[in-house]
Every structure is written in structure tokens, then in C-alpha cells.
């Protein structure tokens, strides 16, 4: 296994501000300029891309983050979907946006596409409709990535249970629809991270690793997002060494992905690149092999 980042990890460099909970540091990030000159110097194994941050459907753009991260040797990730993805199966012409990034996971140099089913918003809805209307989409956009030569990695979106992502990849029954494991929104689903872990690991490409804390005051478990903020990782709730060696069992050889969200209020005054690179050592010594910067 190696230790990757991924450029959500950013979200406010790149103009993502969540209203109400977050401030602007005033800081602006270009995928290919600035986002790539940080992630670069951290000497990680995968680097992911999200496309909500950067004009993926530009050919020359994927052609030039591709050339940098080809000089490296670095493995990269295509994210798309970002906030909504197939907005759990209500708006079916977003497929057809799932559709026109495949081809582009291949301009980068990759052959992994991260996708999103649907988002927090439904994490309430109904169940067997909610998963009834995102199996046939998906079947659709697995049969493109066929076509392309692109696996998809579904992630856990704060949507759906680890089984209930089990039996969304085994009804649709290709290998070219795998995982995005999320770590941190499993707990936000009120799910044990090691538990979900040792469920998906067998599916999973692909990881989003992120540590979770608890609001200092206020709020409610209900909340599944603000009351469980990401933090740097090692310092939260989630069991880590737990969780690694679950995939690992389970067979995953991938990337521990980095990925940090809405930060709790006790790392807020921290700056992003403070809790990224504080984030990837604590995550070297999970995996003592890997490359340090």
C-alpha cells in the first residue's frame, strides 16, 4: 500500500466555501499550477483529481497535468460527481456528464474513475427506491467504462451503508464497478469504520482516507455532516491501524488517499497545508515503507 492525496483535500483553495461554517482564507489554487506544485513535493504514490475543480472535459489542460504527473511516475484518480453525482437517480442526464469524463480518466493517464451516486441529502430516503433508481444508472455508466477501459470506484457518499453499497456493485455484477471507501463516511452513517472496512475491501480501488472528531459543543449525531467534522488524521475518533489492516486483509493494495472535508473547529485555525502534510506522516506510520518527503 501507499499514501496518496486528494485535491478535495483543498476545497476552500479551489473557491469551495461551506456557508455558514467556514471562512474564506483568501487563498486561490489552480489543479495544474499550485495544487500540483504542493502535492508533488509530498513524494505520494496517487494523486486524485477532482473535476469539479478544474476543467476536465479540456483536452490540452489533461494533457498538460498529465505530462507533470508522468515525469513522476505518480498514479492518479479522476474524481467526478462532486456534490451530487447521479443525484440519487433524480436527475438522469447527469449520466450523460458521468458518460463525457470517461474518456478524459484516460487522456490523464489513468484508468480509475471516482464517482458519487447521490450525497448526505438522501441519506433519509427511502431505501429500496433510493436504491432501485441508482442501480439501473449505474449499470448504464459501467457499461461505457467498459467501452473505455475505465473502472468506476463508487463511493460511500454519506449515502449509502457499506451493505448496502455490497449490494448495489453486486446487483449491477462487473468488475469494471468497484469502490471508493470512504473512511470517515461510514461513522458519519453511524457505521463502524473497521467493520465497513472489512465489508467493502474486497470491492475497493480506491480510497478516500479521512480521520473524524465530534463537534466541541452543540449539534447532534443526526447531523451526519457537521457533527462529524474531518480533523487531522491520527487525532480523531476513527480507528486507523484498525482500518488499514482490514483492507489490507481483505486484499486492497491501493492508497491510503488523504482526504479532508469540513475541518472541526479545534484544527480551524490551522492552515490546509499544515493538515495535509501532518495527515500523510501520521499515515506513514501505518505503512513504515512508505516514501517519505
Known amino acids: 500500500m501507499e499514501i496518496g492525496i486528494d485535491s478535495y483535500c483543498f476545497h476552500r483553495y479551489f473557491g469551495e466555501i461551506y456557508a455558514g461554517t467556514q471562512s474564506d482564507p483568501g487563498t486561490r489554487w489552480r489543479m495544474e499550477d499550485e495544487f500540483l506544485d504542493f502535492a508533488l513535493k509530498q513524494d505520494v504514490g496517487e494523486i486524485a483529481l477532482e473535476a469539479c475543480f478544474f476543467d476536465a472535459l479540456d483536452d490540452g489542460l489533461c494533457a498538460e497535468i498529465k505530462a507533470r504527473l508522468d515525469e513522476t511516475g505518480v498514479d492518479r ?9 447521479l443525484w440519487g437517480g433524480d436527475k438522469p442526464d447527469e449520466l450523460e456528464a458521468l458518460k463525457r469524463h470517461l474518456p478524459q480518466t484516460r487522456k490523464l493517464g489513468s484508468t480509475r474513475m471516482r464517482i458519487v451516486a447521490a450525497s448526505m441529502n438522501y441519506a433519509k430516503s427511502p431505501r429500496e427506491e433510493l436504491i432501485g433508481k441508482v442501480i439501473p444508472l449505474l449499470a448504464e455508466a459501467t457499461k461505457a467504462a467498459e467501452e473505455e477501459g475505465v473502472v468506476l470506484a463508487l463511493e460511500n457518499h454519506i449515502d449509502f451503508t457499506s451493505r448496502e453499497i455490497v449490494r448495489i456493485i453486486e446487483a449491477v455484477g462487473s468488475p469494471n464497478l468497484r469502490v471508493n471507501f470512504d473512511t470517515g463516511n461510514c461513522l458519519r452513517l453511524f457505521e463502524d469504520p473497521v467493520d465497513a472496512a472489512t465489508r467493502l475491501a474486497p470491492y475497493t480501488i480506491s480510497t478516500h482516507t479521512k480521520d473524524i472528531a465530534t463537534r466541541r459543543k452543540g449539534g447532534s449525531p443526526s447531523d451526519n455532516f457537521t457533527w462529524w467534522p474531518a480533523c487531522v488524521a ?20 491501493g492508497s491510503l488517499s488523504l482526504e479532508v472535508d469540513l475541518i472541526g473547529e479545534q484544527w480551524s485555525m490551522l492552515a490546509e497545508e499544515e493538515i495535509v502534510t501532518r495527515s500523510l506522516a501520521y499515515l506513514r506510520t501505518l505503512l513504515p515503507g512508505a516514501p517519505r518527503p
Open 77 to 85: 484518480v479522476l474524481g467526478w460527481g462532486h456534490p451530487e453525482g
Open 234 to 253: 491520527g487525532e480523531g475518533v476513527i480507528d486507523m491501524p484498525g482500518v488499514v489492516k482490514a483492507l489490507q486483509a481483505g486484499g486492497f493494495d
